[in-house]
């Protein structure tokens, strides 16, 4: 269980260090997503319960027990409305990374610097 | 009442309806859209209403039909009614404005708009911190979309640097909340303050907030992770940045606020410090910067640092309860108005320069809005900010944090250097004549309306204040709001003729209600103001602008006199700023003077404002009474030295003068009398005022040292003066040195060096409007002020000649006339203080002054006539007549000065009892020791000199044969004209042999020193600025960096 | 005791008259005594009243304007009114004159009041070389003033009193008691302004745009000169009975103001006929060196 969270972390600083040395703007936005897979495992597996099951309400829980059965199912509709959010911040930021490429025929983020001090 | 839900549910339906009903067509949408963000507005005033009217309890809002933890929550309490309304309301307004951009883009703007607005609500509302993560990226993705929707090149990299600053700031954000549920179990902020995290001593409770205080300053744009923020305000369009800056902001703060519980004080500290070091180094960047809407931008963060300090020691110090509510929600209502009004305003301009901005003066309600705007930022009455800057500081050194009011009165300034400026180019820069701005009802009439909201509120905040009662203010507001709006429609001449009516009424009003020092100030205000009114007559056509500056100026100077308490003191000081700034600012190169002059004023402000709270603490807490200077019980000679030099900021004493030449020389004709025979007055009224407190508590060393710089400045001023080639600078050093006089006197703190002081203030107001008024008219005649490009006009002028005559006879000093009368009760005063040597220094500038008295009436009156002005024709007699009544008054004070000076020394002897002037019919007498020291017969010195000079006269006239009248010729050296015309005036640079013997007293070493302040602080603005290098990486690294810090500012490395 | 208005006046015009015409032969004496000095045979000493006579009998006149007519004017009332604000003989109540309006500092004021008025006037004259003299001529005396004002100073807290006519009193009873010995600093610097307000060398380059011919004076001419010239007699008698009174004990004689105010007057034309000329930059410079120090000291030890 550590071990993913750890896992988590490593994927965070993966994502971070991406962020930090690509010059390349997809690259970037790949370190992101990176990044917040990261904190997406870190958020399940703080939520995760050592020796239960997944929080659905099938015939393997039943409803009577639930509570002591599953895994804290909160921090797992976290992740999912993260993923969404995610998901949709990313997608907004490679097509803006389109409409750059066309205008300036260029994906190093060095190249947009008009706009400064 | 509404439930608070459906703001939510009509904001995401209408926003999904759109893209459907848009095959409807344009108006159909539009209407839907507008007709939402009314019924938004609506909602939340009528709560507002509620929750103020009707003193309404929060509310909770449940949702799911069950409590939390199990559901959300939303609160909806004054505070949040508060912000809703603020946000909605300008989401209305800024949706007017920006309506024609959105109708260019397509309906996905709108819905996009509608999206932002809700997240921005729902940030307000929510309760639950999962939530404030949500309506963040609701509020993020959609403002990103807003920004690049115009997919102007710019914006795209802006956006794409914002999206990756609020990416990094949503993963932070989501480990916080992710720790912190952890940590509590549950995801409801009040459930999770109940739980006090961090009093549970875990580290990962000190993780999670971290992680969450860290996001939510990211989003706050705080130094140095911001420089993604600069972009956005840059690059988008005017219309978006204005509602990020003020309502996006606002809800983030209130989020932010929501969530501050959770922290300990080591927090609340260290926010305030991230929020004042923002504020600080913002403005500093902000003075290099040229692009308007970056400096906005910087502006913007700026002040949200101010409301994060704020903020955080109002946690520090028991929670945003009382003051403190009071505090940032009239900075945070400044900041919210004006900030989106002048993004407004910059899109209407659509110049980058700030230089270009002067196009805005062909619009004068636009001018007149931007103006507000920006003074109301800077903290003016009667604008909100300024009774949140006020509230602030008092509370602030309640709690003896004088760092902190030191730090936030820095930023101020530092801040008004570059928006007085801006403003200053606004005013007055040249522009071209084809440049036109954008016309559109839809844009001003949004401006139009946020301006009319901030002035309704300011209006309140006059009225309601729980400082002080503004009563005073409230029928001269109205009238200057009467010539505000009638500016360009009546006459200069009836707008004349009601000022002096206004000012005569109120001289009528107020006559018996003043005594002693406060009447003499009184006359010298209201007579002064009447007497330089008068040469209003001359000017034809509408005089914009120059009615409501002049008699705000007056306001503040009658409030001054009526002020009862420290904060209408200080209200009237800022008025009278204001005015005189205006003022100043319309003579033709006036404008780097006038933004000197401001900075002065401010600096000099700030410090009495500082003051006047220390006053308050330490004369132990109670109330804010101008009485409570005189029982000032410790540290009474720092806020001795504090006031001092903010009123000396305004006398203009050596060090502190280098704004006044250019400010009374540049000004109009009959402005400079106003400014400098009037204005200056108000200084030594507050000196006054803090010496007669002084006589409770020891400051003699300072009052010895304000002696030798009085000295000082009027030996300066007077060198400085004789070196002068500009009649009205040579005037407006002059000024500098009788101020001199004056602070010099007071500060000998005696009988007799008072009567000195106050006989000095009188005729230095008579004298100084006389000369400004005769040089003045002159000036506006010849179209010159050079002294050598005049000459001889003594035939064609000869009334002016005899007002400029008597003029420098009474400034002098010689017997008969007034100023004798000075000359005698000073060094009286300093023999008996036993202060010989800065009495020789004062006789010594006294004799200096001879020199640039006489240079300038001999320059102008005297000597041969240029050719180009034989047909010039005496001045008009609207300048005239108030000379002459000066004239008049100059005559019967010189004749009989006992019917004022008795008076004076009558309440005098009430403070100062020591070295009595004693009066034996007209004869005033100075003992020593109980003997007879000197002695001054006004009348019989007249009556002698008089019939000496007619006696002799009449010897002449007999003697006489018929004088042969010479005419004169040009005077060509060598039958050569010279190429430079100074030289054939032979009184040009005449002194050039005093100056190679004590010139280097007059080397602009002050002047040099302010320039090298101002250059340094340009360099260290430049220095800092570069920070944000334009890449999107590197403000990620900032992020990054700044987390770092934080940490290790905070936890000094020891918490994991 | 006290004595009628009338008497006053009758009294003042009376010493007005003894003060033109004792300087009218002292200049006579001064410049022969001058002349000789150069090796010249020089005037003789009733010349100045010739030189008054003729003045103001002359013929033709001319003017550039109501301030040049002034002019001579306010010169003339600065120097007889100095005189009517001056005690000249200590113990007479006849000899007050006028004295008892204001104390010295009206006397230093008042000195202005000729100056300010000619200056005003000579600069209506247009004359380039008038701006010239009249420029040097307030520079100088801006400096003089100086090493002036402290040695008032200095004497004034000696005798705690600003009247000259106690200031005379408190020097009775013996030269010893006389300022120059009990406040010599004081003395010296008071002397050096008095040097500087002559105007003889080193410091008379104020006189030079006269040598020329074409100085304020002869700009001015038949009954302005004479005016001017009335005023120059009157005003250097005043001059040194005031330092007289002020310095060397007063007069309580007519006699005795007369040797007196010769000697100090001498004194100055003394050291003009021995040194050279300063420059005004170099005379403004000097005065606030050497005298300025011996004020200060005056102002220190009194």
């Given at each position: 269980m550590n071990l993913i969270l750890i896992l988590g972390f490593m994927l965070l600083a993966i994502g971070f260090w991406g962020m930090l040395t690509q010059k390349n703007m997809i690259k970037i936005v790949i370190g992101l997503t990176i990044a917040e897979v990261g904190v997406q495992i870190i958020m399940i597996s703080i939520g995760y319960i050592k020796e239960r099951t997944a929080p659905i309400l099938d015939s393997a829980v039943p409803l009577a027990d639930a509570v002591n059965k599953v895994v804290d199912p909160i921090p797992q509709a976290l992740v999912l409305t993260a993923i969404v959010i995610g998901v949709a911040v990313n997608a907004l930021i490679l097509s803006f990374i389109i409409r750059l490429y066309k205008e300036k025929k260029s994906l190093s983020i060095d190249d947009y610097k008009e706009m400064k001090w | 009442m509404v439930n608070i839900i459906y703001i939510i549910i009509l904001l995401l339906g209408i926003g999904f309806l759109l893209p459907i009903t848009e095959k409807l067509g344009k108006k159909v949408s539009n209407s839907m859209f507008f007709l939402t963000l009314t019924s938004v507005s609506v909602i939340s005033v009528q709560w507002l209403y509620a929750f103020i009217i009707n003193g309404q309890t929060s509310l909770q809002f449940f949702t799911a039909g069950v409590k939390p933890p199990l559901s959300i929550n939303l609160q909806l309490g004054l505070s949040e009614s508060v912000f809703i309304t603020s946000i909605n309301i300008l989401a209305l307004i800024g949706a007017v404005y920006l309506i024609k951009h959105f109708n260019n883009i397509g309906i996905r703007s709108h819905v996009l708009y509608l999206l932002m607005i809700l997240g921005l609500n729902g940030l307000v509302l929510t309760r639950d911190i999962f939530n404030i993560f949500v309506f963040l990226e609701i509020t993020g993705i959609s403002t990103y979309a807003l920004i690049g929707s115009d997919l102007r090149l710019k914006s795209l990299i802006a956006s794409f640097k914002y999206m990756l600053a609020g990416g990094v700031a949503s993963i932070f954000l989501l480990l916080g909340i992710i720790f912190l549920y952890h940590n509590t179990g549950t995801l409801n902020i009040d459930g999770m303050i109940a739980a006090s995290p961090l009093q549970s001593g875990l580290k990962i409770a000190g993780i999670a907030i971290f992680f969450l205080f860290f996001a939510l300053l990211i989003e706050m744009k705080q130094f140095p992770a911001n420089g993604w923020a600069l972009d956005v305000y840059e690059a988008s369009n005017p219309g978006i940045s204005g509602i990020i800056s003020a309502a996006g902001t606002a809800a983030i703060l209130f989020a932010l606020y929501k969530v501050?519980?959770?922290?300990?004080d080591l927090w609340f500290n260290t926010i305030a410090v991230i929020g004042i070091i923002t504020f600080i180094a913002s403005n500093i960047m902000g003075i290099k910067q040229k692009n308007a809407t970056r400096l906005l931008g910087y502006s913007s963060i700026g002040q949200l640092g101010l409301l994060l300090a704020a903020m955080g020691l109002g946690f520090l110090y028991?929670?945003?309860?009382g003051k403190f509510q009071f505090i940032i929600f009239a900075l945070f209502i400044s900041h919210f108005i004006a900030k989106a009004g002048l993004f407004w305003i910059a899109g209407i301009v659509k110049k980058k320069e700030i230089k270009s901005w002067g196009v805005l003066r062909k619009s004068p309600v636009l001018l007149f809005f931007t103006g507000s705007f920006m003074f109301a930022l800077l903290g003016f009455p009667p604008f909100p900010g300024f009774f949140g800057k006020w509230e602030l500081v008092l509370t602030l050194a309640n709690k003896h944090q004088f760092l902190w009011i030191t730090a936030i009165l820095l930023g101020s300034l530092i801040e008004a250097i570059y928006l007085i400026r801006w403003f200053g180019y606004i005013l007055k820069e040249k522009q071209e004549e084809n440049e036109t701005i954008e016309q559109g009802a839809t844009k001003y009439s949004s401006v139009f309306i946020l301006g009319t909201i901030l002035f309704t509120i300011s209006g309140l905040y006059m009225i309601y204040n729980p400082i002080t009662n503004l009563s005073f203010y409230f029928y001269p507001l109205l009238f200057i709001a009467f010539l505000f709006i009638t500016d360009n429609i009546l006459p200069a001449y009836i707008k004349n003729i009601l000022s002096i009516a206004g000012l005569s009424y109120y001289g009528y009003v107020y006559f018996n209600q003043f005594s002693e020092f406060r009447f003499i100030f009184a006359v010298i205000f209201l007579a002064g103001g009447i007497l330089t009114l008068i040469p209003g007559f001359v000017k034809k056509g509408k005089r914009v602008g120059f009615y409501p500056s002049a008699i705000i100026m007056y306001v503040g100077l009658l409030g001054l006199l009526v002020a009862k308490d420290m904060f209408s003191f200080f209200t009237a000081w800022e008025f009278m700023t204001i005015g005189s700034y205006f003022l100043i600012i319309r003579g033709k190169r006036s404008q780097p003077h006038a933004l000197s002059y401001m900075l002065f004023s401010l600096g000099g402000a700030y410090l009495i404002m500082f003051g006047f709270a220390l006053t308050h603490v330490f004369s132990g807490g109670n109330g804010i009474a101008l009485d409570l200077l005189n029982s000032i019980k410790s540290n009474s000679a720092l806020i001795f030295t504090m006031l001092a030099i903010g009123f000396l900021t305004k006398t203009a004493a050596a060090g502190l003068h280098i704004w006044l030449p250019g400010a009374h020389a540049e000004a109009e004709s009959d402005v400079s009398p106003m400014v400098s025979a009037v204005l200056l007055k108000a200084g030594v009224f507050g000196l006054i005022l803090i010496m007669i407190s002084s006589l409770r508590f020891d400051a003699k060393m300072i009052i010895y040292l304000l002696g030798w710089l009085g000295a000082i400045t009027a030996l300066l001023g007077n060198l400085m003066a004789s070196f002068q080639e500009d009649a009205k600078k040579l005037l407006a050093y002059s000024s500098i040195a009788q101020l001199g006089y004056i602070l010099f006197a007071l500060a000998i703190m005696s009988h007799i060096g008072w009567m000195a002081a106050i006989w000095y203030a009188m005729n230095h107001f008579l004298y100084k409007a006389l000369l400004f008024l005769a040089v003045g008219a002159v000036v506006v005649k010849l179209k010159t002020h050079n002294m050598y490009e005049m000459g001889g006009l003594i035939k064609q002028m000869p009334f002016s000649f005899v007002s400029v005559l008597i003029g420098i006879i009474a400034l002098s000093g010689?017997?008969?006339?007034?100023g004798f009368g000075g000359k005698w009760l000073l060094y009286n005063a300093f023999i008996l203080k036993g202060w010989y040597l800065q009495g020789a220094i004062i006789a010594f500038s006294g004799v200096v002054a001879f020199l640039y008295l006489f240079k300038l009436i001999n320059s102008i009156f005297l000597g041969p006539v240029k050719d180009n002005f034989r047909k010039v024709k005496e001045v008009s007699i609207w300048y005239l007549i108030p000379q002459y009544i000066i004239i008049i008054a100059i005559m019967v004070i010189s004749a009989k000065p006992k019917i004022v000076l008795g008076k004076i020394g009558d309440f005098i002897t009430s403070y100062m009892p020591d070295n009595l002037v004693v009066w034996k019919g007209d004869v005033a007498s100075s003992y020593m020791n109980g003997k007879l020291f000197g002695v001054w017969d006004a009348p019989n010195i007249m009556i002698i000199i008089g019939i000496i000079f007619v006696t002799l006269l009449s010897w002449l006239l007999i003697m006489s044969r018929k004088a042969q009248k010479v005419e004169m010729f040009n005077i060509v050296y060598s039958a050569e004209r010279p190429e430079s015309p100074q030289t054939t005036h032979f009184s040009h640079n005449i002194y050039s042999h005093y100056r190679k013997a004590l010139g280097f007293l007059a080397l602009p070493l002050i002047v040099n020193f302010w320039s090298f302040i101002v250059d340094s602080i340009h360099s260290i603005a430049d220095f800092v600025r570069r920070l944000y290098n334009g890449n999107g990486q590197a403000y990620i690294m900032h992020i990054l960096g700044f987390m770092v810090i934080i940490y290790f500012v905070l936890f000094n490395g020891g918490l994991f | 005791m006290e004595i009628s208005l009338l008497t006053k006046i009758l009294f003042s015009l009376l010493g007005l008259f003894i003060v033109f015409n004792y300087g009218l032969l002292q200049a006579g004496v001064m410049r022969k005594i001058v002349a000789r000095v150069a090796g010249r045979y020089g005037i003789p000493i009733y010349q100045p009243y010739i030189d008054l006579i003729k003045n103001y009998s002359k013929r033709t006149q001319i003017t550039h304007g109501v301030m040049f007519y002034l002019g001579p004017v306010f010169r003339f009332s600065g120097g007889i009114g100095l005189f009517f604000f001056i005690p000249m003989i200590y113990g007479s109540v006849y000899w007050q004159n006028f004295s008892f309006s204001g104390d010295i500092i009206l006397l230093m004021y008042f000195q202005f009041f000729g100056m300010l008025g000619m200056a005003l006037g000579a600069g209506e004259g247009g004359q380039p070389n008038s701006i010239i003299g009249i420029s040097r001529g307030l520079a100088q005396f801006t400096a003089v003033e100086v090493p002036f004002t402290l040695a008032i100073i200095s004497i004034a807290v000696q005798y705690d009193t600003l009247s000259v006519y106690d200031i005379v009193a408190a020097q009775q009873g013996g030269i010893q008691n006389w300022t120059l010995f009990t406040n010599p600093f004081a003395v010296i610097a008071g002397m050096f302004a008095f040097l500087g307000l002559m105007r003889h060398a080193p410091f008379n380059v104020v006189m030079a745009p006269q040598e020329i011919p074409i100085g304020p004076p002869t700009e001015y001419h038949s009954t302005y000169l004479g005016m001017l010239q009335s005023n120059r007699v009157v005003l250097h008698i005043v001059e040194a009975v005031l330092f007289m009174n002020l310095f060397f004990g007063g007069a309580t004689s007519w006699l005795e103001l007369i040797i007196k105010s010769f000697f100090i007057y001498f004194i100055t034309v003394f050291i003009g006929v021995v040194f050279p000329r300063y420059r005004v930059d170099h005379t403004v410079r000097w005065f606030l060196k050497i005298p300025l120090v011996f004020g200060i000291l005056a102002v220190l030890f009194v």
């Open positions: - | 501050m519980p959770l922290g300990n028991g929670g945003i309860n010689v017997p008969p006339l007034s | -």
